[in-house]
């Protein structure tokens, strides 16, 4: 299917699930959906640095957060418009990528994931001491009383935005993936030093990987300050953002677009279940656990099963 | 003494203990990341699991933290073999170990985390010994107990660690693994063993700086992920797999955060250590006692 | 006398407080076999990698086509024509041996628009005899044919000189003549060819000159049967 095909039927299931939330009863979907949709464009957007280029960001909660606070600047200065708030938390994380990818990503694969690390830390310490978004307090972002498109509640338009942009980290990834860009990606992760030698510009695609990436990962944030009407930085740098756009692709599969979709999808269904039945706690308990049983027994995640049956049933 | 002074001479005495600290938490990882090249990201949830080892015992049996860690070493020098050979059969022998064995490791790190709060909760928890509330003052110098028994302990840790690398069969056969393994086992040593007993040691010396940590400051479980750029930090600062090293880039760093946290406040120290690692990773990665 | 391509002038490389080039002179010129020998640690690889850019030499200058191309990152030495093989074959392992081909296809040469990559990578293949296993999994093949798709690689850069790093180490006989065969048939695509091997009777055959490393020092360098007969390239070997 080509890239063009892709985008189109992509976000006509996107405008497909939109409109089909309007008949659901339960207030509840929206707010569970609001969360698994943020989940798969995080897990998307790690994939593209993570699976695609073979190098671990242990930092997502820093690109997620810097989308989110991004936000609340412009709602503190401006109380600019939705989409530009959107947009512009993606340019910055976007641009932190960029840098964090220019400092480190001459060395090692694992300095990389060091550094990423490091980074959500010391922004987690800027925020926190910052007042202006609110420091440790947090900052309210009131949801505006009149929602736009005629829709019920404010908390519909969040999740068709998310929706959307779920769309959009999909065909993103999936252009990304399937375009020289993407086979240059795949040499770097295979062997990079094979892929330097063969003409790959790996710093030069390292970058570009690190900045979509983080962009994408920015994206995901900018409307989560809107989801409580208040944010303060514990819940923005969570620890939750950082296992899962980890463990999601790899349960998933790391290899395609698909992976990193069923995987936020399955695990974050599971995790609204037992975050309602259990608690939060166990919730992260298990995705731990799930991440290093996949790891060391099936580390091509779910689509390795399946191409591993695929080939199975072509070989009879 | 001017007061001024006197701040400045406490802001380095209090740095220099806590860099002896930091040596001790560090020393771990500069084995296993600096002579194994295992990117044990975990190693701050062992040295967690051996505060709130120290902890129970503290608060059962009323014994010092810091003897029953020393004690209670070989559990966690059991535990680093165990995991060891994990890592080895999943990922080293596969050549996976720089994006899933990474991911492996973190998911240890976050199960052990997670699980700690499930049993204790996020309270912090902290020890009584019979020197926490001790400390010796000349003038306007202050020298706290909590801080200098650990210092002296973490000193002599590293002291005892070098020696026997350098003196010993089984040290020296560590070092040689890291620079050549296929020496190794021409002399009829086999690496894999070698590797294993020395990540097990990493383990062990985190299971003992747990204990130092809960001596020095009150604990909970997320504590942990703040050290982890710490020790990092520390090893690619002292020129990653050399003792001395760690040691100099540990009181280099204890330093630098004892003197933003007088200065600037104590919030921004988690900060220092991991801009330090930052701007280490970018402009000189291979250390101040660099290879 | 045809130009030298490839020019190594006064090349020093140390690793900390040991020096692996001690100042080694070297060229090449078009359509040349060269022979490159020495005995093990003498920095034959050292001085590939210096002349490929995965490593920086300290000292000296390396010129390719008369250009100096010390500042020169790996990726783009392979895109003006120099292109090397690994010792230990790094195959893209999650690829088939077809994409393996397309990723120095793309990145290394310039195509026109349209381009069918996948027939240039036909193409390569079938010159070195491995057509048959072009939707095979590039991780699981045999020793051999790993060594034909290092070179496979090298030469889907259309490179015009080509450095093979022992690609017939641990060999058999018969595997030794069909990479010799690959090697041989470059000259006539009038790619010049630098053989780094061990297996004298392939240097004999393959190399119009041969030049000797020992210690990081060119000790001897020219026609190949003169050399294996100098007494200082007799002594170096003596013992292996």
Same mark, same amino acid.
């Given at each position: 299917m080509s890239n063009r095909n892709f985008a189109i039927v992509a976000f006509a299931v996107a405008i497909a699930f939109a409109a089909a939330s309007q008949l659901v009863?339960?207030?509840?979907?929206f707010t569970a959906a609001y969360v698994v949709l943020q989940f798969v464009i995080l897990a998307t957007a790690w994939n593209i640095l993570g699976g695609y280029t073979g190098y671990v960001n242990f930092g997502s909660a820093a690109f997620f957060a810097i989308g989110a606070y991004s936000t609340v600047m412009l709602y503190n200065a401006f109380k600019a418009p939705l989409l530009v708030m959107i947009v512009a938390g993606t340019l910055v994380a976007g641009l932190l990528g960029l840098?964090?990818?220019? +400092?480190? +990503?001459?060395?090692r694969g694992v300095f990389f994931a060091i550094a990423s690390l490091a980074l959500a830390v010391v922004l987690y310490t800027f925020v926190v001491n910052w007042d202006y978004v609110g420091g440790a307090r947090g900052a309210y972002v009131l949801q505006p009383r009149e929602v736009p498109f005629g829709l019920p509640r404010y908390i519909h338009l969040l999740y068709i935005v998310l929706v959307l942009e779920a769309a959009v980290a999909l065909v993103v990834a999936r252009t990304i993936e399937k375009s020289t860009i993407g086979r240059g990606l795949a040499a770097i992760r295979d062997d990079e030093l094979a892929a330097e030698c063969s003409g790959v510009p790996t710093l030069r695609l390292k970058i570009f990987s690190a900045t979509v990436s983080g962009a994408l990962m920015g994206m995901a944030g900018t409307t989560f300050p809107f989801y409580l009407s208040y944010i303060e930085p514990s819940s923005a740098f969570g620890l939750s953002y950082a296992v899962n756009s980890i463990a999601m692709p790899l349960i998933g599969g790391m290899m395609s677009w698909i992976g990193p979709l069923i995987g936020a999808v399955l695990l974050g269904t599971v995790q609204q279940l037992v975050q309602v039945t259990i608690s939060s706690a166990w919730n992260l308990l298990i995705v731990g656990v799930l991440l290093v049983l996949f790891v060391t027994l099936a580390p091509n995640g779910i689509m390795g099963w399946v191409e591993a049956w695929r080939k199975r049933r072509s070989r009879r | 003494m001017e007061a001024s002074t006197a701040l400045v001479v406490n802001a380095i005495i209090a740095g220099l203990l806590l860099g002896g600290f930091y040596a001790a938490v560090s020393l771990g990882i500069s084995i296993s990341f600096g002579m194994l090249d295992v990117v044990n990201i975990a190693h701050p949830a062992f040295i967690i699991l051996g505060s709130y080892v120290a902890y129970i015992v503290n608060d059962r049996l009323g014994f010092d933290p810091i003897l029953v860690s020393v004690v209670l070493s070989p559990l966690f020098f059991a535990l680093g073999m165990a995991l060891y050979r994990i890592y080895y059969l999943c990922f080293e022998k596969r050549g996976q170990e720089s994006l899933r064995g990474l991911a492996f490791f973190f998911g240890i790190l976050f199960i052990t985390e997670v699980t700690l709060v499930l049993i204790f909760g996020v309270d912090y928890r902290l020890v009584t010994?019979?020197?926490?509330?001790?400390?010796?003052?000349?003038? #306007?110098? #202050?020298?706290?107990?909590?801080?200098?028994?650990?210092?002296l302990v973490s000193i002599a840790m590293v002291v005892a660690l070098q020696l026997f690398l350098t003196h010993t069969f089984f040290g020296r056969a560590v070092l040689a693994v890291a620079q050549d393994q296929l020496a190794l086992r021409l002399m009829g040593v086999n690496p894999v063993r070698v590797k294993e007993r020395a990540f097990a040691l990493s383990i062990a010396t985190a299971g003992v700086a747990g204990a130092f940590l809960i001596v020095i400051q009150p604990v909970q479980p997320s504590i942990g992920r703040e050290y982890i750029g710490l020790v990092f930090a520390v090893c690619v600062l002292g020129g990653m797999g050399s003792i001395w090293g760690t040691l100099i880039g540990a009181l280099v760093l204890g330093i630098a955060e004892s003197f933003t946290s007088t200065f600037f406040g104590p919030s921004w120290a988690p900060a220092v250590s991991f801009g330090l690692l930052l701007a280490t990773l970018a402009f000189r990665p291979s250390g101040i006692l660099g290879r | 006398m045809s130009a030298a391509i490839l020019e190594v002038?006064?090349?020093?490389?140390?690793?900390?407080?040991?020096?692996? =080039?001690?100042?080694?002179?070297?060229?090449?010129?078009?359509?040349e076999r060269v022979g490159l020998i020495g005995p093990n640690g003498s920095g034959k690889s050292t001085l590939v990698n210096c002349i490929a850019g995965t490593l920086r030499n300290e000292e000296g200058r390396i010129r390719f086509e008369g250009r100096d191309i010390h500042s020169y990152p790996a990726h783009r030495r392979i895109r003006l024509g120099l292109a090397r093989s690994f010792q230990i074959p790094k195959p893209f392992a999650s690829m088939s041996v077809l994409e393996n081909l397309c990723v120095p296809l793309l990145y290394a040469t310039k195509g026109g628009e349209g381009r069918r990559v996948a027939d240039e990578a036909h193409g390569i293949l079938r010159q070195v005899g491995l057509h048959e296993k072009a939707h095979a999994m590039s991780g699981g093949l045999t020793q051999v044919d790993m060594r034909k798709l290092e070179l496979a690689r090298a030469m889907a850069a259309k490179p015009k000189l080509l450095i093979s790093d022992e690609a017939m180490a641990g060999l058999s006989t018969?595997?030794?003549?069909?990479? =010799?065969e690959l090697l041989m048939g470059l000259k006539a695509q009038g790619v010049a060819v630098i053989m780094i091997e061990h297996v004298m009777r392939a240097v004999m055959k393959f190399s119009e000159r041969i030049a000797v490393l020992v210690a990081g020092r060119k000790i001897a360098d020219g026609d190949p049967q003169a050399v294996v007969g100098t007494p200082e390239v007799v002594k170096a070997y003596l013992g292996e």
């Open positions: 009863p339960n207030e509840y979907f840098g964090l990818g220019y +400092l480190t +990503l001459r060395l | 010994t019979a020197y926490s509330e001790v400390t010796w003052r000349a003038g #306007d110098i #202050d020298l706290p107990m909590r801080l200098f028994v650990p210092f | 002038s006064g090349v020093v490389k140390r690793f900390g407080g040991f020096t692996a =080039l001690d100042g080694v002179d070297f060229a090449v010129t078009a359509g018969s595997e030794v003549d069909d990479i =010799l």
